[in-house]
Protein backbone atom coordinates (compact mmCIF):
# COMPACT_ATOMS: atom_id res chain seq x y z
CA UNK A 1 0.00 0.00 0.00
CA UNK A 2 0.80 3.57 -0.67
CA UNK A 3 3.27 4.51 2.49
CA UNK A 4 5.00 8.28 3.08
CA UNK A 5 7.27 8.57 5.86
CA UNK A 6 8.79 12.27 6.55
CA UNK A 7 11.09 12.88 8.83
CA UNK A 8 13.70 16.03 9.70
CA UNK A 9 11.63 17.83 11.73
CA UNK A 10 12.42 19.30 14.73
CA UNK A 11 13.13 23.01 17.12
CA UNK A 12 15.34 25.65 15.00
CA UNK A 13 15.42 29.44 16.01
CA UNK A 14 14.09 32.11 13.92
CA UNK A 15 16.28 32.40 10.88
CA UNK A 16 17.79 28.53 11.02
CA UNK A 17 17.39 25.78 8.31
CA UNK A 18 16.32 22.53 8.19
CA UNK A 19 15.41 19.89 5.42
CA UNK A 20 12.70 17.86 5.59
CA UNK A 21 12.74 14.07 3.68
CA UNK A 22 9.96 11.85 3.01
CA UNK A 23 10.24 8.33 1.93
CA UNK A 24 8.01 6.87 -0.20
CA UNK A 25 6.76 2.97 -0.68
CA UNK A 26 3.94 1.18 -2.43
CA UNK A 27 3.34 3.44 -5.71
CA UNK A 28 5.51 4.54 -8.30
CA UNK A 29 7.06 7.39 -7.09
CA UNK A 30 8.44 8.94 -10.70
CA UNK A 31 4.77 8.95 -11.90
CA UNK A 32 2.96 10.64 -9.55
CA UNK A 33 3.38 14.65 -8.63
CA UNK A 34 3.84 15.04 -4.85
CA UNK A 35 3.16 18.21 -2.73
CA UNK A 36 3.95 19.27 0.84
CA UNK A 37 1.32 20.64 3.31
CA UNK A 38 1.27 21.80 6.45
CA UNK A 39 -1.17 22.12 9.32
CA UNK A 40 -0.42 24.63 12.26
CA UNK A 41 -2.55 23.79 15.98
CA UNK A 42 -5.71 25.00 15.76
CA UNK A 43 -5.85 25.74 11.58
CA UNK A 44 -6.58 23.45 8.63
CA UNK A 45 -4.24 22.70 6.07
CA UNK A 46 -2.36 24.61 4.08
CA UNK A 47 -0.61 23.66 0.86
CA UNK A 48 3.18 24.53 0.49
CA UNK A 49 5.10 23.11 -2.04
CA UNK A 50 4.48 21.00 -4.98
CA UNK A 51 6.71 19.37 -7.93
CA UNK A 52 6.50 17.72 -10.87
CA UNK A 53 6.78 14.21 -11.83
CA UNK A 54 10.29 15.06 -13.44
CA UNK A 55 11.41 17.31 -10.63
CA UNK A 56 11.59 20.50 -13.25
CA UNK A 57 8.67 22.51 -12.15
CA UNK A 58 8.21 23.90 -8.68
CA UNK A 59 5.34 25.63 -6.85
CA UNK A 60 5.30 27.25 -3.68
CA UNK A 61 2.96 29.18 -1.63
CA UNK A 62 3.16 33.55 -1.11
CA UNK A 63 4.18 32.37 2.19
CA UNK A 64 7.42 30.47 1.75
CA UNK A 65 8.59 31.62 -1.79
CA UNK A 66 12.21 32.31 -1.40
CA UNK A 67 12.37 30.54 1.99
CA UNK A 68 11.80 27.39 0.98
CA UNK A 69 12.95 24.84 -2.38
CA UNK A 70 11.32 21.50 -2.71
CA UNK A 71 13.09 19.22 -4.64
CA UNK A 72 12.77 15.07 -5.29
CA UNK A 73 15.27 11.93 -5.78
CA UNK A 74 13.15 9.88 -8.20
CA UNK A 75 15.94 6.98 -7.93
CA UNK A 76 15.17 6.89 -4.43
CA UNK A 77 12.01 7.49 -4.23
CA UNK A 78 12.36 10.46 -2.16
CA UNK A 79 10.65 14.05 -1.66
CA UNK A 80 12.58 16.71 0.15
CA UNK A 81 12.02 20.34 1.47
CA UNK A 82 14.66 22.68 1.98
CA UNK A 83 13.72 25.27 4.76
CA UNK A 84 15.78 28.74 5.26
CA UNK A 85 15.08 31.70 6.77
CA UNK A 86 12.65 30.03 9.43
CA UNK A 87 10.02 32.00 10.89
CA UNK A 88 7.71 31.48 13.98
CA UNK A 89 5.08 31.28 12.11
CA UNK A 90 6.14 28.12 9.93
CA UNK A 91 5.47 26.28 13.05
CA UNK A 92 3.37 23.87 11.96
CA UNK A 93 3.23 19.86 11.44
CA UNK A 94 4.40 19.02 8.02
CA UNK A 95 2.87 16.47 5.69
CA UNK A 96 3.96 15.28 2.33
CA UNK A 97 1.38 14.45 0.29
CA UNK A 98 0.69 11.97 -3.26
CA UNK A 99 -1.06 14.82 -5.54
CA UNK A 100 -4.12 12.85 -7.25
CA UNK A 101 -3.10 12.47 -11.34
CA UNK A 102 -4.14 15.33 -13.33
CA UNK A 103 -4.97 17.51 -10.82
CA UNK A 104 -3.56 20.68 -9.01
CA UNK A 105 -0.68 20.41 -6.38
CA UNK A 106 -2.73 20.85 -3.85
CA UNK A 107 -5.33 18.06 -4.93
CA UNK A 108 -3.81 14.87 -2.88
CA UNK A 109 -5.15 11.28 -1.90
CA UNK A 110 -2.35 10.71 0.54
CA UNK A 111 -0.52 11.49 3.07
CA UNK A 112 1.82 11.17 5.76
CA UNK A 113 1.62 11.15 8.95
CA UNK A 114 3.94 14.06 9.11
CA UNK A 115 7.09 15.50 11.02
CA UNK A 116 6.79 18.53 13.57
CA UNK A 117 9.08 21.88 13.00
CA UNK A 118 9.05 24.10 15.59
CA UNK A 119 10.34 27.93 14.85
CA UNK A 120 11.02 29.32 18.34
CA UNK A 121 13.79 30.90 20.18
Known amino acids: QVQLLESGGGLVQPGGSLRLSCATS????????MSWVRQAPGKGPEWVSG????????YYADSVKGRFTIARDNAKNTLYLQMNSLKPEDTALYFC??????????????RGQGTQVTVSS
Open 97 to 110: ARVRLGLAMSNYNY
Open 26 to 33: GFTFSGYA
Open 51 to 58: INTDGDRR
